[in-house]
T-cell receptor, first 117, second 112 residues
Framework: DAGVIQSPRHEVTEMGQEVTLRCKPISGHDYLFWYRQTMMRGLELLIYFNNNVPIDDSGMPEDRFSAKMPNASFSTLKIQPSEPRDSAVYFC???????????????FGEGSRLTVL | KQEVTQIPAALSVPEGENLVLNCSFTDSAIYNLQWFRQDPGKGLTSLLLIQSSQREQTSGRLNASLDKSSGRSTLYIAASQPGDSATYLCAVNGGNFNKFYFGSGTKLNVKP
């Protein structure tokens, strides 16, 4: 399996621009998570999906942030408009979870490093 | 809300030393606990996963233990090597269904 795939790996943009981060989870995983990592706050959970449905978006910092999962193999995290304080590494992770095999192990992508100037 | 604490925040040891990293959590109602390694500029790599019904897991030189009643987990690294230098994070899966709570990590430096 190719693992969790994220793109772009690096993004530099100017304040006010729209940013779209993409994620392909591991095939067969029921859960998808978006995290943000900064030196100051560590890893923060932004939102997670179960079977393409958003379950908990309480970590999304503002209305400028939105996430979608149109199908089981693709998710996006969008920031519009972006601000310098959004600069961070954004991670996507996926996890298999079924009642029959509830391992709940979490697998991370390599991350998207966002710099907003 | 589940809170996860990792102590120490940083650790520097000479090569060959055995060491223990600590993780504590406030709510013992967990599904599992997972230890990760993160190298600079990289994603998190899963090291060990301990289910709530288990007491420990081993992988090579790594051994992780879990004591739910006391809210503690330890990651034991035997015969440390410079290649073990990284940040180690623990994550607790519990409270809300399949929601993971992370500690802030222990940055390990193994000196040659």
């Amino acid at each position: 399996d190719a693992g969790v795939i994220q793109s772009p790996r690096h993004e530099v943009t100017e304040m006010g621009q729209e940013v779209t981060l993409r994620c392909k989870p591991i095939s067969g995983h029921d859960y998808l998570f978006w995290y943000r990592q900064t030196m100051m706050r560590g890893l923060e959970l932004l939102i997670y999906f179960n079977n393409n449905v958003p379950i908990d978006d309480s970590g999304m910092p503002e209305d400028r942030f939105s996430a979608k999962m149109p199908n089981a193999s693709f998710s996006t995290l969008k920031i519009q408009p972006s601000e310098p304080r959004d600069s961070a590494v954004y991670f996507c992770a996926s996890s298999p979870w079924t009642e029959r095999a509830n391992t709940g192990e979490l697998f991370f992508g390599e991350g998207s490093r966002l710099t907003v100037l | 809300k589940q809170e996860v604490t990792q102590i120490p925040a940083a650790l520097s040891v000479p090569e060959g030393e055995n060491l223990v990293l600590n993780c504590s959590f406030t709510d013992s109602a967990i599904y599992n606990l997972q230890w990760f390694r993160q190298d600079p500029g990289k994603g998190l790599t899963s090291l060990l996963l301990i289910q709530s019904s288990q007491r420990e897991q081993t992988s090579g030189r790594l051994n992780a233990s879990l004591d739910k009643s006391s809210g503690r987990s330890t990651l034991y690294i035997a015969a440390s090597q410079p290649g073990d230098s990284a940040t180690y994070l623990c994550a607790v899966n519990g409270g809300n269904f399949n929601k993971f709570y992370f500690g802030s990590g222990t940055k390990l430096n193994v000196k040659p």
